[in-house]
């Protein structure tokens, strides 16, 4: 059994070899490729994505996981060898399952989608985008079909991100942080305290934007021996291999905010992976959980640790001195409101801690209304438009910068979008937790000390790579099941003193 | 038929895909990669290059070939499915030839024999090195013998860099150009004329010496929209696709000469590569002839070119706004004749125009008497001073500035070293006829017209990819076969000039 489960073990690190090529190549096509050079990396790009695939789904495979799945080493869902071949098999009949006419359907119109929509965007016009979404829509519930559920269309969309998680309990907490961050919303608005935000405005050179930014990404933790940090138009992270973390930020010569906490952000992914235990790269103990995970470490270091008053009281007398013609008369309390403005606004990437959540509850609602077919595509600009002015209270004057925002549906991602909420409720319980066990971590920031929370999420969540569910990680690490709870009590704390809000119970 | 020699292109341009990704992987590890990232880099390279020698080695593709070998698609050895067929052929047998313990053998040591030189390098001690490079040259034997020779043992592996070239005809052409430098130096040594080379150094800020490079290479017709350039440790060009060249320079704070002679030369192979016909990528048709027609091409824009007086013309106002500080007070003529001093020196990479050409000829001349073991390893060292003495009247002080300097014999390259000097005179020779069909280049130089130069390469040279071996393709431009002539004729004309030689007839 245990020759078995070395060859599994060593194919799918070979299959993992061919993917972090692939991401090499993706990397330079983001950050380097000159102009004239994309159609022949898609040619790079598809012939590997042939080969991975053909690895993925080889029936030798599936002999060794048929053999394996009765072995004591399978038993144990939390060891090595049991989360190894747990996960190796669930990701093998998912793939297995699929028809490949369907795989190469739903690839080929993810390409015609994402063009079609730049172009539906570009012109204001939802209805030339319309049939292909239909299109989409009809092949996603396909792949559901094929690879099978029991409670939600949904269901099996969403576990491609969120491994194991349900659509009802998402719905339920997500309800939940809905109902208490509608009210919040309102309150901040009635609030007569409002940011000066032309502070944020000024003269950044680039370059000194990029060294703040290291200098920022190494305090918190991120390791450049083993990691990158590149310009990129849309900030990401990727990994290349165990020691080549990429990070690429975008920045704006006229303010800092945008570009650094882009930088916080990805350097938050970043850590968690530069965490994962690199011995067992390409295996999924040493994989991310989940997307709502990692996203939980990026918004912990964006928005509890990056926008908090403590961070920038180490900081701030830093960027004070990097940029002078920016800071230099703006005091500490004006910016660290300035960063921490609440607006509901139109667009998504560029709304504020608070009604972000806004946002993402808007799409998640109207893509499951979607794929259950109980809401017609030709109705989804009004139902966009309802909910923006009931949760937020603006409405979008076009559908560019409403229902045609993002890029996501186009490109056939039903099930991404709640990952980032739950990034922000994992973020505030896992936080809450982390300052429960290490003390008042406001007054380590304060001396620029970021090592015991970078440790505590090592040792937490990281090093355990898939052997945890997201949800089991929940509870083993905070005793308790996700909920709202602890994002709203941050959100409450935090709002409350910035606005001047009342005191609730 | 045409099916088989479409199946055998669709192949060649499968593996050409693999080929240019492994490509981007190196391409990535000499100019980007953190440190930590080496060692799995090292593993996605050698999986890769398992897929690829699969690929050129199966034995599909001895058949295809068998199949066209008496089709008449194969009988114009120039024709494009002529030269397709051939060169595959070509390849394919070399490679097939070779017993793969062999192959392996070969790899590894070569591995081990780089780590090695480093370290007898970095201790001046060649019987460090000793044995490895006598296993090193017994395992080159063994690849000649495999692949087969008449006359040289030099012969096959000289033809993996110079294909079709004989040992014997290169040996006739170096000598006799030995013959003309030799007395030319000693000439130069005589004359009392000497460039101050002081004002090239000063202070030259980096960003200012990129911009500065990215302007040549640009008037030269190198373009970014299909290709870059970025920095790294050691010089290089290489393509990662046919719309993706990459240039790599590396820049000193001290002088601009050095980087920017260095981003000259790459950017001259990297026309040739942005010059050979994109749709034809992955065929020998879409392919540079040999190492020593691509180094015609760097040599020719680096030296006749780059070196010209004509070119400075155009340049050197705008290096002294550039660099105000550094050219400010320096007369043309002094800068002029600064890049051109012609010192006898120890180290190839760092010496001149002229005597580059000594230095590459001690190596051919050694390397074959190694193989042919005429010369037995441990007498290499002084073989070497000895040869140092007699063309360039120098001597070195330790190995590690004399036979331990290049990195290519431990490397297992052999056969690599004349292809440089075959570059010097191919330039010369391809030059001295441009002139004579374009009139005096240097007047177009001096209004920084370069297009006519660079169409009439393309239109001679690149365009054809491999139809025509090294040999043919000068007999074909010039009417000439290779000889030492036209590169003595430049030589004396410019230096004569510089150095106030008595004209010779």
């Not at 270091?301 to 900081?315: D, H, I, P, T, Y």
């Not at 989804?380 to 549906?409: C, F, M, S």
């Not at 979008?417 to 809450?432: D, I, M, V």
């Amino acid at each position: 059994m245990h020759s078995t489960y070395e060859e599994l073990c060593s194919h799918a690190r070979e299959t993992a070899i061919l993917s972090s090529v692939q991401a090499v190549l993706e990397w330079d096509e983001r950050t380097k490729l000159p102009a004239a050079g994309g159609e022949y990396r898609a040619e790079q790009v598809t012939q590997l994505a042939g080969l991975i695939h053909e690895k993925q789904t080889s029936s030798q495979v599936g002999e060794w996981l048929e053999m394996l799945a009765t072995s004591p080493l399978a038993a144990d869902p939390h060891s090595e060898t049991g989360a190894v071949i747990g996960h190796l098999r669930r990701d093998y009949e998912k793939k297995t399952k699929l028809p490949q006419s369907l795989v190469e359907e739903l690839a080929h119109t993810a390409v015609m989608g994402q063009r079609l929509w730049a172009e539906a965007r570009k012109e204001d016009d939802f209805s030339r985008f319309q049939p292909l979404l239909e299109k989409t829509l009809d092949l996603k519930r396909q792949e559901a079909a094929a690879v099978g559920f029991t409670d939600s269309v949904y269901d099996p969309l969403l576990d491609d991100y969120e491994p194991g998680a349900k659509t009802a309990d998402v719905a339920q907490v997500l309800s939940e942080l809905r109902n208490a961050l509608v009210p919040l919303v309102e309150e901040i608005k009635g609030s007569d305290r409002k940011p000066n935000m032309k502070i944020l405005t000024g003269d950044y050179p680039v370059a000194l934007q990029e060294d703040f930014g290291k200098q920022v990404a190494e305090a918190m933790g991120f390791g450049f021996q083993a990691g990158r940090l590149d310009v990129s138009d849309h900030p990401f992270c990727t990994t290349l291999g165990p020691h080549d973390v990429c990070l690429a930020t975008r920045y704006h010569e006229e303010t800092l905010v945008g570009g650094l906490f882009s930088t916080i952000h990805e350097a938050g992914h970043g850590i968690y992976e530069q965490g994962l235990p690199a011995e067992k790269f390409g295996l999924p103990t040493g994989e991310a959980v989940s997307l709502g995970i990692h996203e939980s470490q990026s918004r912990m270091w964006e928005n509890l640790v990056g926008r908090s008053r403590a961070f920038w009281e180490q900081f701030y007398p830093v960027a004070q001195a990097t940029f002078p013609a920016g800071f230099g008369d703006v005091s500490l309390d004006d910016f660290y409101f300035a960063i921490n403005n609440v607006q509901p606004s139109l667009i998504r990437t560029e709304s504020d801690e608070i009604t972000y959540n806004l946002h993402i509850l808007i799409r998640f609602e109207l893509e499951i209304d979607l794929l259950e077919a109980t809401l017609a595509v030709s109705d989804l600009p009004e139902a966009w438009n309802e909910k923006y002015r009931t949760y937020l209270g603006i409405e979008p004057p076009d559908d560019r910068d409403g229902v045609l925002q993002d890029v996501h549906w186009s490109a056939g991602l039903f099930g991404y979008f709640p990952t980032y909420s739950l990034g922000n409720l994992y973020a505030a319980q896992f936080f809450e937790k982390a300052c429960q066990e290490l003390g008042d971590l406001n007054d380590l920031f304060r001396k620029g000390q970021f090592e015991p929370l970078r440790e505590w999420l090592r040792s937490n969540i990281h090093q355990h790579g898939q052997k945890y569910t997201p949800s089991e990680l929940a509870q083993k690490i905070t005793g308790k099941p996700l909920s709202h709870t602890a994002l709203i009590r941050h959100l409450r704390g935090k709002f409350g003193a910035l606005y001047n809000l009342p005191e609730t119970t």
